[in-house]
T-cell receptor, first 115, second 116 residues
């Protein structure tokens, strides 16, 4: 069975600073995908970034980058130059192989960006 | 990114009534859609996987007779909460996968259901 662990229930960061949100995963599969989603207070889930298990380069999307350490089974999200609008819940998720791409989510990290 | 809509965004109903929630992929065809449920301050829990033209696959513990899912076209899936009770009050979110080879799921804005 797949499992996603986010150990930081809440994080604070100063505006314009970088922040790392932790995510570790557990799976016996060799082929898997890792995702990060942002959920503002409005409730919508916004896709941020994707990393495939066979991707050799760390994924980057604008201010978001994924620090993928396969041997440690970690997929931390790095947000550079934090903005007030980054305040939200952030969920790490893993695609379950062989089952129509079902996602397993972590418990989330609430990020608060401060002035 | 792809756009997924949900309707209604919030609904209040009396106990015992049925509520239908629609999930539409607006700019792509979705062979597979997913329905999630989220309780306050908790993570998303997958309820079922909806495949166009076939029966939905429900997760363990989810009552298929209570949560009816219909995926009648490549752009529309519906979730009907039948005989709703207060414990069904929750935030329901759908997502859609664009094509068989696409990894990313795009989520709708969610529907807040309150059963009185």
């Amino acid at each position: 069975a797949q499992k996603i662990t986010q150990t930081q229930p809440g994080m604070f960061v100063q505006e314009k600073e970088a922040v790392t949100l932790d995510c570790t995963y557990d799976t016996s599969d060799q082929s898997y995908g890792l995702f990060w989603y942002k959920q503002p207070s409005s409730g919508e889930m916004i896709f941020l970034i994707y990393q495939g298990s066979y991707d050799e380069q760390n994924a980057t999307e604008g201010r978001y980058s994924l620090n993928f350490q396969k041997a440690r089974k970690s997929a931390n999200l790095v947000i550079s130059a934090s903005q007030l609008g980054d305040s939200a819940m952030y969920f790490c998720a893993m695609r379950v192989t062989g089952t129509a791409s079902k996602l397993t989510f972590g418990t989330g990290t609430r990020l608060q960006v401060m002035l | 990114g792809a756009v997924v809509s949900q309707h209604p965004s919030r609904v209040i109903c009396k106990s015992g009534t049925s509520v239908k929630i629609e999930c539409r992929s607006l700019d792509f065809q979705a062979t597979t859609m997913f329905w999630y449920r989220q309780f306050p301050k908790q993570s998303l829990m997958l309820m079922a996987t909806s495949n166009e033209g076939s029966k939905a696959t429900y997760e363990q513990g989810v009552e298929k007779d209570k949560f009816l899912i219909n995926h009648a076209s490549l752009t529309l899936s519906t979730l009907t909460v039948t005989s709703a009770h207060p414990e069904d009050s929750s935030f329901y979110i759908c997502s859609a996968r664009r094509g068989l080879l696409q990894e990313t799921q795009y989520f709708g804005p969610g529907t807040r259901l309150l059963v009185l």
